[in-house]
């Protein structure tokens, strides 16, 4: 029953995270950030209740969890459409993810790959106030670090004064980055604490896949520029 309420429980906040995050980049793609910055901070909001129920997950021991294991057949948390769009929304893509699902999920998902990023829209925003020469490239491959960005990012952040909604946009990306990033973490930990290094649901890896999952950057000049100031 908690295993079942929990991931129910996800799949309702999630969508709810897709909804704030296209809504930030309506926003920012208008250039109006307040609503945005309203928005992103309700996303990383959001986050941190996703982290917490791992917490709860995590009293499942590994006998109670063997329990029920079996029911499961094919079943497995890649076939969740919604976390994978919002993945595409931040900007991790791979059209092999796609392939995973059909109908309307598939649908929506290479709508998604075809059109930019959250981050994008903030390079775009960039590129629009002369800080970037020019963002074009294709919206459904995973963006490359750039130094040219990273510049971008810089003055920013050397003058926030001059560039005040821009840095306040930055820390907003930042923050949802962070709180995603400690969601992952609490994935791992409590897939390594109740089953251990043994393949996952549906024949998936299991802590071989979450491991390699926080390695990913959404916004990599985001957390260089840190370096460079």
Known sequence: MMFIV???ATELWLKLVTFETRLA????????????????ARVARIQHVLIESWQVLS???????????????SA???QSSQYREIEFLLGRRSIRYVDMFD???RA???????????YDEALLLLERRGLLVSVDRDWSSEHEPSDEVTDAWLAVYLDPARHWDLYELAEKLVDVE????????????????????????????????LKRALDFVFFPELWAVRTRL
Do not use: C
């Open 103 to 105: 109908g309307d999920n």
């Open 76 to 78: 497995s948390g890649l």
């Open 6 to 8: 929990i991931h129910q």
């Open 25 to 40: 980049m309506r926003h920012i793609a208008a250039d109006d950030l307040g609503p945005a910055f309203k928005a992103l």
């Open 178 to 209: 962070h709180a995603f990033s400690r969601w992952r973490y609490e994935h791992y930990q409590t897939v390594h604490r109740i089953i251990g290094s043994k393949p996952g649901s549906g024949g998936t890896s299991g802590l071989g896949y």
């Open 59 to 73: 009293t499942m021991t590994p006998t109670d969890y063997l329990t029920f294991r079996s029911l499961f057949g």
């Open 108 to 118: 929506r998902l290479e709508n998604t790959l075809a059109a930019a990023s959250l």
